[in-house]
């Protein structure tokens, strides 16, 4: 159990610092060349780790194996990633974060929805702890938004844009989640599925952005190496995770909790190294520790009613 939690903080300190790089990065980039290289920091370290450790596996991987991966790759690095990047670029990465932080929100609504319609493999009921960690999550994300909330939209089209893609990434996130743990069922360990839908996701970006995204490699300073560094962090995270909640004897309600806390991990950087960018505000600050506790009781009320 003490290995889990070992490998849980260093999710959280994945996730949390992978969105402080990549804003440090796309000071001189845009966000789509930014997501190809965060994308190869990704598939390179899961990629080399897959061919060492599940070779063998990889290799017994029946065809329409790499169709679904192709998919999650789609939805969880173009669907997720690429919008979360979009919106740090608009809005800063203290407050996107919080949102993208969510999609264990969308996860457990996700899974409701697909028990209710009787799908096979999911038997998820809306509790008390869901319905009040909904409501949480949902005043701590208005909060985090600060004045935008009371400016007018109209005049503002850079947040609108930017909270609405980090809603909409979070949604993607949230969605990939269920199909990670299906897919991880089904064609093998969670290395090999993370490691797969990195490398299709790199495929497909790659013919569309890859040409700029080497330009920038040449002539952009340190820009590239902190989103390479980004996407390598975000990996790092990924795996932990996949590994702390596969492991014998560990407890996934202790376990999600803590990893939702990454928000907090990217405040503290931000308000470290983007003090000429951004501005943690007290309400941001409040904003996501109800946002992280309302995750952890929707989290757990999931939980409990699986």
Do not use: K
Request: proline residues 3%; aromatic residues 8%.
């Amino acid at each position: 159990m003490l290995l889990s939690l070992g490998l849980a903080c260093i999710a959280v300190l994945g996730f949390g610092s992978s969105a402080v790089l990549a804003r440090l990065g796309m000071s001189a980039m845009r966000p789509m060349p930014a997501s190809v290289i965060s994308l190869v920091g990704s598939t390179l370290l899961a990629g080399t780790l897959a061919l060492i450790f599940e070779f063998d596996a990889i290799i017994a991987l029946p065809a329409i194996a790499m169709v679904w991966l192709l998919g999650n790759g789609i939805l969880t690095y173009m669907g997720g990633r690429s919008q979360q990047y979009i919106a740090i670029s608009l809005i800063g990465a203290s407050r996107v974060t919080p949102i993208v932080g969510s999609a264990a929100l969308f996860s457990a609504l996700y899974a409701i929805t697909l028990t209710r319609l009787g799908v096979p493999g999911f038997n998820e009921h809306m509790t008390v702890l869901l319905g009040v960690g909904t409501v949480v999550v949902v005043i701590g994300l208005a909060l985090t938004g600060g004045n935008f909330l009371r400016q007018s939209w109209g005049r503002d089209w850079r947040s609108v844009a930017g909270y609405g893609l980090a809603i909409l990434a979070a949604a993607c996130y949230g969605a990939s989640t269920l199909s990670g743990r299906v897919l991880s069922i089904q064609f093998g360990s969670p290395l090999i599925m993370a490691a797969g839908s990195m490398f299709f996701a790199t495929l497909v970006l790659s013919p569309v952005f890859g040409r700029e995204a080497a330009q920038r490699v040449a002539g952009s300073g340190w820009a590239p190496l902190f989103v390479f560094l980004a996407g390598f962090a975000a990996a790092c995270a990924v795996m932990s995770l996949y590994f702390a909640v596969t492991r014998e004897g560990s407890n996934i309600l202790v376990i999600a909790p803590i990893v939702s806390c990454s928000p907090l991990i990217t405040l503290l950087m931000a308000r470290l190294f983007l003090r000429q960018t951004e501005t943690v505000t007290s309400e941001l600050v409040i904003g996501t520790l109800m946002a992280v506790g309302g995750v952890a009781m929707v989290v757990v009320g999931g939980l409990i009613s699986s």
